[in-house]
């Protein structure tokens, strides 16, 4: 046990000097920081003209004799009033016919397929409706150049027993009002 303590207390001695050493404060020497140089002010230039914009040149309609806006129908999915992508190329035609007679007014007519209640399908047809008018009008056609009308599932197109008669019927027409 004398061996123990005759080496062992030396060692500990030793580890506790060395780690009160490396737990004193240090001193941080702040280093000082360099001399900021202030920029020196730009030369002031006369200033340049504005260079001239070139206008564009003003995108007018042409009519399209392909194109009866009182035969277009607007084609709707199930139970929905969101426009197909495949309807925005028609739509954009439409719009550029409709603003080459400003004076003009249409009728967009909404129509429903046969499934649901009268109700709901008459504010189905309505709404559809109003997704037309509201591509229109971005488009840049008059708000109060388009009237809308529901007529929910009136006036069928198909026959209202088949998928694909219901499809048809689900639609918006576009009428010139005379």
Do not use: W
Request: with cysteine; charged share 25%.
């Amino acid at each position: 046990m004398k061996f123990i303590r005759s080496r062992f207390a030396p060692i500990m001695i030793l580890f506790a000097v060395i780690t009160l050493q490396a737990c004193k404060p240090k001193k941080l020497i702040q280093k000082s920081a360099p001399p900021v140089e202030t920029p020196k002010p730009a030369p002031v230039d006369p200033p340049k003209p504005k260079p001239v914009e070139a206008t564009k040149p003003a995108v007018v309609p042409v009519k399209n004799p392909d194109l009866n806006i009182n035969e277009v129908k607007i084609q709707f999915e199930f139970d929905s009033s969101v426009l197909r992508t495949s309807s925005y190329s028609t739509l954009d035609q439409v719009a550029s016919q409709m603003k080459l007679d400003p004076n003009s007014t249409y009728v967009l007519n909404g129509y429903a397929s046969i499934e649901g209640t009268k109700e709901h399908n008459l504010r189905l047809s309505k709404d559809r409706a109003n997704a037309v008018k509201t591509y229109l009008v971005n488009a840049g056609v008059s708000a109060n150049n388009i009237k809308t009308k529901g007529f929910g599932t009136r006036n069928p197109v198909a026959d209202n027993s088949t998928e694909a008669g219901k499809e048809l019927n689900r639609r918006v027409e576009i009428k010139t009002k005379q």
